[in-house]
């Protein structure tokens, strides 16, 4: 506790403080954009990190990482239009709940929800860091196979009321992750149709774009004349969701702080596969499952506990191990680098004090993020009584010019087109899209965990023959979609 007092004496320098009001400030607006994102802010902003000393430049990228990740529920609550991927899973709860004219509430329970979340995985990165970073050492290729997996079949089936639709969504994803290059040998060319540009495989943000922005473009423009929704909030300058709406949710919302912590500490999972997995298990452990999807708190408070607390997981592995947790830590890890720091199981007793600062760097990080974005939700909220032939074109272009700006050419903008007719095709015959992203995101993970798998072992039933949490967790997976389709199956039967 005295060496957390000592790292806040330092990071409460004007300095600091000035830079990560800035750099929390930076990632809401990359966040809240679509088309731009929370890697995107952070490595716009890693040159000028060079410039600072260690403290200083480590403290900038935290607060951008904290702010990005929360920002991205501006436009997924008030467009259906989600800034980063983190924030897909936002859309399910959070529109529904800006269309009855809740937006300001909406945005106030995704803005208190993220400052829980971040706040639980910086307790979690300063208490147990070193027990959560030994359960992720023994997990081999085939226990991360086992979870991704897993993931893959939850979603699927509690995203949708048809199984199989859902699963068609999800093998979507599939294939579309395996556009490119082959992940493991790199010279295989898979899916390209002789498009040369093709070859790098898709980018996530154009997915993005191209799954959720385009097809609400689409469905909106015969409506561009009918009246906006109206954001019935309050005058008043700070919010926070009513008492009674903080104590009806706590359960959900220790549950989606472990799974998003959880998760984090996983290397590669992401922000986006907790927050799917968290409102999964909401959705299935509520009392009121039928109310989700409707424009229910519990379903934004689920989603945006849990990516934010991937944040704090997510820097477990790269403090203890050298691995990043997601992109965002690997920017930060080679920030470190850059200024000389060694990360890696060393660093926790050779540089202490740069361990404490950074935890108290996000521990800071999320009360700005929490202050300013509570600041601007009367800002917010008035996005929605912007009328739409303004709003639309004004995001198209947005949407364009993110995409664009990935990789610098005009030929990703072909492909969010293509993407958004498919989208826009699957959601008009209820194949939801949340399995499609989220098998778009495990997509190459999945393949190379199985055939790292396959290389250990020597095949699938040597794989199966394990005795461990990766063959438990494999037929768990199979099962999940099997017993739905039959307890559906049966409660059509008689209900006829």
């Known amino acids: ?41 952070v490595a716009l902003l890693l040159p000028f990190s060079f410039a600072l000393d260690t403290i200083p430049a480590v403290a900038l990228l935290i607060a951008v990482y904290m702010g990005g990740i929360s920002g991205g529920l501006v436009s997924a609550i008030l467009l259906r ?8 899973a936002t859309t399910f709860d959070g529109y529904p709940m800006c269309k009855k004219g809740l937006a300001a509430e909406a945005l106030a329970v995704g803005t208190f929800g993220s400052f829980i979340g971040g706040l639980f ?35 699927s089936v509690l995203m949708g009321d048809n199984v199989v639709k859902g ?44 799954i959720y922005a385009v097809p609400e473009i689409l469905s909106t423009a015969g409506k561009l004349r009918e009246d906006m929704t109206s954001a019935n909030f309050e005058k008043k300058i700070f919010y926070l969701p009513s008492k009674k709406n903080m104590l009806s949710y706590w359960p959900c919302i220790i549950r989606s702080c472990i799974i998003g912590t959880f998760i984090g500490v996983l290397p590669g999972m992401g922000s986006s596969t907790g927050s799917m997995l968290s409102y999964a298990a909401a959705k299935k452990l509520s009392k009121h499952p039928e109310e989700f999807g409707t424009g229910t708190p519990e379903g934004v408070y689920a989603t945006e506990v849990a990516n934010n607390a991937v944040t704090g997981g997510a820097l477990i592995p790269m403090l203890s191990l050298g691995v990043p947790g997601d992109s965002v830590t690997a920017i930060i890890m080679a920030a470190l680098v850059m200024q000389g720091i060694t990360v890696g199981p060393m660093l926790f007793t050779t540089n202490k004090g740069l361990i404490n600062t950074l935890i108290m760097a996000v521990f800071v990080a999320n009360i700005l993020m929490f ?3 509570s600041f601007g939700i009367p800002i917010f909220a008035r996005i929605v009584q912007v009328p739409r032939y303004y709003l639309m074109p004004l995001i198209a272009v947005c949407c ?31 194949y939801p899209l949340p399995p499609l992203l989220l098998g778009f995101v495990l997509g190459s993970m999945v393949e190379q965990y199985y055939r790292r798998s396959l290389m250990y072992y020597g095949s699938f039933w040597g794989c199966m023959s394990q005795k461990g949490a990766g063959t438990i967790l494999v037929i768990v997976g199979v099962l999940i979609p099997i017993v739905s389709f039959i307890m559906k199956r049966m409660a059509a039967k008689k209900a006829s």
């Open 1 to 41: 506790m005295e060496a957390l007092i000592s790292a806040a004496g330092t990071i409460f320098s004007p300095q600091i403080i000035g830079l990560m009001c800035l750099g929390t400030i930076v990632g809401i607006i990359f966040g809240a954009i679509p088309g731009l994102n929370t890697p995107i802010a």
């Open 81 to 88: 239009i989600p800034g980063t991927a983190a924030a897909i």
């Open 121 to 155: 995985s910086a307790f979690a990165l300063w208490l147990i860091a070193p027990s959560l970073t030994k359960l992720a050492i023994k997990f081999g290729p085939w226990e991360y196979f086992g979870i991704t997996f897993l993931s893959l079949c939850l979603v």
């Open 167 to 210: 699963l068609s969504s999800m093998f979507i994803g599939l294939l579309l992750s395996t556009v490119g290059m082959s992940s493991m040998d790199g010279v295989v060319k898979r899916f390209t149709f002789g498009f040369y540009q093709l070859e790098a495989g898709l980018s996530m943000v154009i997915v993005i774009i191209g």
């Open 371 to 373: 202050v300013f974005q």
């Open 400 to 430: 364009v010019i993110g995409c664009i700006s990935v990789n610098n050419r005009i030929f990703d903008a072909y492909i969010i087109i293509v993407l958004g007719i498919l989208g826009y095709a699957l959601e008009k015959n209820s």
